[in-house]
């Protein structure tokens, strides 16, 4: 099962406002704004994935019906959105925001005030005596031809791998805030060659969702289009086999997660964890977590226009929903601001 996640920053329990939009002074009448409220409901409790994870139907609506009521004074757009981020966050959501700039562009990279780099200019190879380390600071890939550019990156970099004759490699993700997660299999594949359990998904079928996807050129799979809106279609495991590469690692792996390990980079750690692929070193990372929505919806709000995203998917990872929501390292270890050669060098010594 393949899965396309965009990364957004996290803020408030993985709720962000994205961008620095130009502020407006323009005040919305309060009709203007429950017309927007309304259909920022009517969006949350009718296309996200799972708007009742964590609050039921009642609540939801219990709370809507207060704000409807609050709805007394003219607000800017910001004022709006710094209202309903709160309520937003209720989702539980990480990729879920309200965005008042209507051109706001969300990156899979670590640096997305920057100029964009694709997946592929952000891997880096060293080697510190016999450990090798791996920087893969993004999966941002969103083309057949850069993914296929990241391919033969990687290639190249297993192939000098395999010349310096190492016993250790680690594979540092601690700063990748997500993009496309086939690029996360491609690196498995180079250094796990056995099948491994995949992802589950309960997908929320929606009229809304559907048209977004006409729109992009792509037609909904027939069983997701059969069921009733509101249904649930759910997507059982696979086993993936990889089909390693001429040069395939096999000596002891690590994976480094941290603060910034985000979205599909969370599911390529967490497929490591799961199906015990190689060992999780570092730190927890502070705003993903292995089951969570994604498979991104957007939509415009009629009268203040402003960016509503949510994930319409929900990602199971492949341990299950028993336990805790967190991605823990096998090896705790500090990463953020540390000197890398200080790291390889206590890796070596694992």
Known sequence: MRKLLFMVPAWLAGLVVCGQPAHSAKKYSPEALRIDLLYIQYQLLNVQANPFALHNKASWEQLFSKLEKECKDSLTAEE??????????????????????????????????????????????????KTGYLYAGSFDSWSQQETARYGAVLDSIFYQIHLDKLNKLVIDVSENSGGNSALGEMIIEHFYTKPYLDYSCNWRRSDEYARLLDSWGFKPEERYMQLSPGKILHLPSDTIRPAPGAYTFNGKVYVMVGDGTFSSAIIFATLVKDNHLATLIGTTPASGHPTHFGELYNTTTPVLKLQLRFGVKEWIRPAGTGGENVLKPDIEMPVKGMNIASLMDRVSRL
């Open 80 to 129: 709006f959105v710094k209202r309903m981020s709160a309520v937003i966050a209720l989702l539980g959501d990480e990729h879920a925001h309200l965005d008042v700039a209507a051109a706001t562009k969300v990156s899979g990279s670590a640096t997305s005030g920057n100029a964009r780099q694709s997946a592929a200019e952000q891997l880096r190879y060293a080697v510190y005596g």
